[in-house]
């Protein structure tokens, strides 16, 4: 049994990796502002707390750990990193996370931590072309991603990188393209395309018109969530200490992912093109290095993946409209969340 943290337990990448972890009877001990939305946590032990605060990070990393899982971010999909309307809060506080994380590491000797970085690292000039996107590991230098939350996360990258090699810890890092599933969140603004889909076909009357921003001609890869944890987990338990792809190799167009989820649906729904915040003509993930160190690579198929997650998202709009609670469509989430003060703060 590990004794094991996982930062950012309270969304919804780090739920799924508790529930696994957990299930590999570890003791775990989550860190976040808020509790998982949408199902109990499962961890031993959990610290709601602003992680933006070294103090608070001393008191989530009291003891020894074998193992650190460091996914607390302030991120969303395209309506929230792309309008450039958040660029300073997602760089301050995205960057602070990860300084106080890995410094309150070092000082209490925690060598294996792992760092969520992101697809959107890669610069925009090898992601033009929508049908030979390049996202092999090495192309993510010189350095021009298309949004500030790409270069926080190579800031990151570097961070992890240099105290890996300056105080000998053992860091991982994946690159993540494009998470999707159940739990996941599908309304508020910071929702990514699957789950924006999956609600706007659940609320949608036959004869109604779904809006996709764009023309719905940018590619993409999606990569269920259960397959993402276990190539966390196979990275974690690797020697290969470079940052490395995680994600499917299955590109579609946009257009293409809402025709599969109108069809599990089962409604056949017409598409109107609005204006909207894009990201890159096109991505999708180059799993070479990730197959060579790990001698893996996800399999699941995106049909398979929404097949799970598109009830999951039906289930909760009408639950929603059942319960009268109104479904928020913006490009902020509640306040609360930035400007959380934690209890164990307040003393
Ligand atoms: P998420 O938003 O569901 O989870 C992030 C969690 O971090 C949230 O629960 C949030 O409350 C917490 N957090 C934010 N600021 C915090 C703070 N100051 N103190 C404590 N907790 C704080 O996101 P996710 O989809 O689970 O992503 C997890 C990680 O993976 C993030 O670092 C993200 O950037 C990265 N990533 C995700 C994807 C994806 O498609 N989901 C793709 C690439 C990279």
Not at 84 to 107: K, P, Q, Y
Not at 110 to 130: G, H, M, T
Not at 236 to 258: C, F, K
Not at 327 to 334: A, D, E, L, Q, Y
């Amino acid at each position: 049994m590990k004794r094991i943290v996982v930062c950012g337990a309270g969304g919804f990448i780090g739920g799924h990796l508790i529930k696994r972890l957990k299930s590999e009877g570890n003791w775990v001990r989550g860190a976040d502002l808020e509790f998982p939305e949408f199902a109990p946590t499962q961890a031993d032990d959990f610290i709601i707390g602003d992680l933006r605060d070294d103090r608070l990070c001393k008191e989530v990393f009291d003891g020894f750990f074998d193992e650190v899982y460091q996914l607390a971010a302030d991120m969303g999909g395209a309506g929230f990193v792309f309008t450039g309307n958040h660029d300073a809060t997602i760089m301050h506080n995205s960057a602070l996370c990860n300084l106080n994380v890995l410094e309150a590491c070092r000082v209490r000797n925690i060598k294996r931590i792992f760092y969520s970085s992101s697809a959107c690292v890669y610069p925009e000039r090898n992601q033009l072309d929508p049908d030979n996107p390049l996202c092999s590991e090495e192309s993510a230098y010189p350095a021009n991603p298309d949004s500030d939350y790409g270069w926080e996360k190579l800031f990151s990258e570097r961070l992890y990188l240099a105290y890996s090699r300056n105080h000998n810890m053992e860091v991982r890092i994946a690159r993540l393209h494009n998470i999707f599933g159940e739990e996941g969140t599908w309304t508020g603004g910071r929702e990514k395309s699957p789950a924006a889909l999956c609600r706007k076909i659940a609320e949608a009357k036959v004869g109604d018109a779904i809006e996709i921003w764009g023309d719905g001609k940018q590619t993409r890869s999606f990569l269920h969530v259960s397959e993402c944890v276990e190539g966390i987990l196979r990275l974690m338990r690797s020697d290969w200490e470079g940052p490395v792809n995680i994600g499917s190799e299955e590109m579609l167009t946009i257009n293409h992912l809402a025709r599969m989820i109108m069809d599990i649906a089962g409604k056949q729904l017409n598409i109107r093109h609005i204006d909207g915040p894009l990201g890159v003509r096109g991505r999708n993930s180059d799993n070479r290095l990730l197959r060579q160190m790990l001698s893996w690579a996800p399999d699941m198929s995106l049909r398979d993946g929404l097949e799970i997650t598109y009830p999951w998202i039906r289930d909760q709009v009408e639950a929603a409209k059942n319960q009268n609670i109104e479904v928020i469509h913006r490009n902020v989430k509640p306040d609360t969340k930035t400007w959380f003060t934690p209890t164990s703060l307040a003393k």
